[in-house]
């Protein structure tokens, strides 16, 4: 069975803002991830707390199966 390449799915950028939370457009812009696999969110927490006291703007990613609640408060 030959397997050919084909183009993946391009869809426009999702509209959210990007600063919230008080970060500014000069910020340094960090996206944090453990993969869609990790179960770590105390390892989670403790990337997202060390940050908070860090002059840039985040995003963070956790998984579809992992609740944000678990790591309340968010800095």
């Known amino acids: 069975m030959a397997l050919r390449p084909v183009p993946l799915p391009v869809e426009p950028a999702p509209d959210f803002p990007v600063r919230a939370g008080g970060g500014t457009d ?3 812009l960090i996206y944090v991830t453990l993969g869609t696999f990790s179960n770590n969110l105390d390892l989670f927490g403790r990337i997202v707390d060390a940050l908070a006291g860090e002059p840039v703007s985040a995003i963070a ?10 790591l309340e408060p968010i800095p």
């Open 61 to 70: 990613t956790i998984g579809a199966d992992k609740d944000r609640a678990d």
């Open 26 to 28: 000069e910020a340094p």
